[in-house]
């Protein structure tokens, strides 16, 4: 997890929660030995205690953030924290989030087998090494305690999800001889304590495997691993696992005098703002809508972060949707660009929709039309409410140089481009269809002007649009899947069928379960995550069908982000995917916006 420090702020307390800081504090500092965050090494914050890696891939954490934990792959990956640094203290205290992939069985037909044992946190085993060890086995958790062949071990049979977050606490006292467990901040059991054993015996401790031969490792995520020599009282163990965080924030006539913190779950509404001169308003959340009229003095500063520091809610909204999008088709031709009442309209729209990406069309015809002062306006004022612009190219030749050159030229440039090039759906030639994009794309992203020394656009988003599919699993599609992957930040699905909020059975070459089982058998072939989003369609005179009605507020009424969370639960239980462990879902995408804006207001 990555974590930005903020040592100047304002506490706000409202509805009864208060809102402290800075970040840091969630930590406990008192008694904390080491705190392994785990953004790319396993350096430890605290300083002291520096681990190594061996085999284990960073990756997205439960933030969705990248290059913020570590993936292992079950077989000889691990994280090893180093020599004993226990020496001297009776108790010790460990606070793991663990991301497990492998499959869960029903609670009532759950057997734990040992060859299923999958070590995520150890510096001992089974009737092995004097330590300590944490086991995920089919969705059951076992801990345990090892002193020479004697044993002491607890299975946790909660059935815990797989391909979901948990926060373990295990907390041994050698004085008093006790043993205690928490799962996702609850109290979930003790363990016999082992007369004998204390924390000053505990060595080596690997994080994702064992520290012995002959038993398996995880197969998952972890991240935030924080070891302390003192028991954590139940409200730290609490707070570790919510952060203090409230869901939402509601505000009104706000008016900030000093450099203030204001940080949420999900969402952050203010329907006035006003921020004094030299004054600094730092935002940690998902969304923020800042609504009617906002004022910022000459000097002042409004910062939008990651949820880096604060713990999301478990619901699908905070996990699974960091990506909400909306094709914006006729952006030029129906005159929205350039105009500033339009383009209201629709960034308001966005907002009151919970949109936080926009995908513009026509962007070749307005380069073209010299229309590029009013674009680089729009993508910053899209910005300023925190609403991300992506451009949607449709080939790679005189449209694609004009959007280069805005990219190098003009400074409110779009965070994405997606491709609309349908190799599947044209001539299936590599050389013909989709090389020649590729070159684009990563020059576009990674080349370096003369006489500079990094690129321009190192942060532009490359995204990759799937409309059809022929041939799934076999050349030369899985190559093209690989390229894919390999190029691009993020894949583009279409989901264009009947009941289009369901995850369709069908099996059909061009099914979304055969686009699924492609782009994950082709990640796991690369050994490493694919970033999907999921498309909806509701064009109303589409011959594909639409789900236009189910969204409809004179029909069925449902929001946008409801279809894709009834998909997603369908998503998780399906058996029909292969291999899906290797796809991020980030959220999902509507298409297209002139009939959406006709199905909610």
């Known amino acids: 997890m990555r974590l930005r420090i903020i040592t100047s702020f304002t506490c706000i307390f409202l509805f009864g929660i208060s809102m402290v800081g800075p ?76 991301y497990p992939f492998t499959s869960c069985e029903s609670s009532d037909t759950l057997a734990i087998e040992a060859e299923d044992d999958q070590y995520f946190l150890s510096s001992g085993g089974k009737d092995e090494s004097t330590g300590i060890y944490a086991i995920w086995n089919k969705g059951a958790l076992l801990v345990g305690q090892s002193l020479e062949n004697s044993h002491s071990e607890h299975e946790y049979h909660a059935f815990l999800d797989d391909h979901k977050w948990h926060h373990i606490v295990m907390f041994f006292d050698a004085e008093n001889e006790e043993a205690i467990i ?59 696992y919510t952060a203090q965080c409230p869901d939402s924030l509601v505000l009104s006539d706000l008016h900030i005098h000093s450099d203030t913190l204001l940080y949420a779950n999900s969402m952050i509404q203010i329907d006035s703002l006003e921020i004094d001169s030299a004054c600094t308003v730092d935002f940690i959340t998902s969304r923020v809508h800042l609504l009617d009229s906002s004022f910022l003095n000459l000097g002042a500063q409004m910062k939008i972060w990651d949820m880096e520091g604060c713990r999301h809610s478990e619901s699908i909204h905070d996990q699974h949707t960091r990506h909400r999008g909306i094709y914006v088709n006729n952006f ?56 991300d612009i992506t451009f949607v190219s449709a080939g790679y030749g005189t449209s694609f140089s004009n959007i280069e050159a805005f990219h190098d030229d003009y400074e409110n440039i779009p965070q994405g481009i997606v491709s609309e090039i349908e190799f599947w759906n044209g001539s299936g ?36 649009y799937i409309g059809k599919i022929k041939n799934p699993g076999q050349a030369p599609s899985f190559d093209i899947a690989e390229d894919l992957i390999m190029h691009h930040d993020e894949i583009f699905l279409t989901n264009y069928h009947s009941d289009g909020f369901d995850l369709s059975s069908s099996t059909s070459e061009n099914s979304i379960v055969n686009k699924l ?57 399906s058996s029909d995917i292969e291999h899906k462990e290797y796809i991020n879902l980030k959220g999902y995408g509507v298409y297209r916006w002139t009939d959406a804006r006709e199905a909610r207001f």
Not at 529 to 543: A, H
Request: proline residues 3%; aromatic residues 14%; charged residues 25%.
């Open 23 to 98: 970040l840091d504090s969630y930590h406990y500092i008192d008694g904390l030995l080491a705190s392994y965050d785990l953004n790319g090494d396993a350096s430890d914050e605290v300083g002291n205690y520096d681990g190594s890696v061996s085999g284990a891939e960073v990756t997205t954490d439960r933030f969705s953030s990248t290059l913020s934990a570590y993936r292992f792959n079950g077989k000889d990956d691990y994280v090893d924290l180093g020599p004993d640094f226990t020496e001297g203290f009776d108790s010790l205290s460990v606070s793991i989030w663990i």
């Open 182 to 240: 928490y799962v996702n901040g609850v109290n979930a059991y003790s363990l016999d304590y082992i007369s004998g054993i204390s924390s000053s015996m505990i060595d080596a401790l690997f994080l994702g495997g064992p520290n012995f031969e002959g038993v398996s490792g995880f197969h998952g995520k972890v991240d935030d691993v924080k070891i302390y020599h003192r028991k954590l009282s139940e409200l730290e163990i609490n707070e570790l």
């Open 332 to 387: 030029v031709t129906d005159g929205v660009l350039g105009n500033a009442l339009k383009e209201d309209s629709l960034i308001q729209w966005c907002l009151k929709n919970e949109f936080n990406n926009a995908y513009l069309y026509n962007i070749g015809s307005a380069l073209s039309s010299g229309m590029q002062v009013e674009l680089d306006n729009f993508v910053e004022k899209a910005n300023d409410h925190f609403i």
């Open 429 to 464: 030639d590599y050389d013909a269809d989709y090389a020649p994009w590729l070159d684009h794309l990563d020059s576009l992203k990674y080349k370096i002007p003369p006489g500079e020394t990094m690129p321009l656009n190192p942060e532009v988003f490359r995204r990759f």
């Open 517 to 573: 089982s492609l782009l994950g058998k082709a990640a796991r072939n690369l050994d490493r995550e694919v970033n999907v989003v999921i498309l909806f369609n509701v064009r109303q005179d589409s011959p594909a069908p639409n789900i236009w009605t189910y969204y409809s507020e004179e029909h069925l009424d449902h929001d946008f982000r409801a279809g894709y969370e009834k998909w997603y639960h369908d998503f998780i239980h």
